[in-house]
């Protein structure tokens, strides 16, 4: 069974995630979408709200599952999944640059390899942080993020 691992911290989860999973989805046989956190800093949303949020957004594809870590590589999540690759999204090429020594990283502590899938071209300009400031400040991010998603949005943020 190829398996990959779409780690990333999902606070909240955008269309440029699903995305990324989506496209995950078809390349390999299981796709295990790992919320990883630092239980030290306060999220905009909790893993719980996350969890649920990913579930609903991407509960449609058979082969994803979801699931969380806290304080830890993500090479060692792949071990324990059992996953020899991971799955990132690259936006451009500050992302590019931001990546690949990562990469370099992880292919040298465990052999795990990285695959980058370039963003939907409409999508680059999105991040869960910027999505969240916009609205803080009142402005519209429909189409950025999942009906679920904007809905919980703007109801903790705006």
Known sequence: MRRCVCPGSYDPVTNGHLDVVTRASRLFDEVVVAILHNPAKSGTFSVPERTALL?????HLP???IDSWA??????VCREVGADAMVKGLRGGTDFAYELPMAHM???LTGVETLFLAADPALTH???SLLKEVVRYGGDVEGLVPAPVLAALRERLG
Do not use: A, K, Q
């Not at 579930?55 to 509960?59: A, K, P, R, V």
């Not at 304080?71 to 060692?76: G, H, N």
């Open 55 to 59: 579930e609903e957004t991407l509960g």
């Open 63 to 65: 082969n994803v599952r």
């Open 71 to 76: 304080d830890t590589l993500v090479v060692d």
């Open 106 to 108: 992880n292919r040298h």
């Open 126 to 128: 999105v991040s869960s």
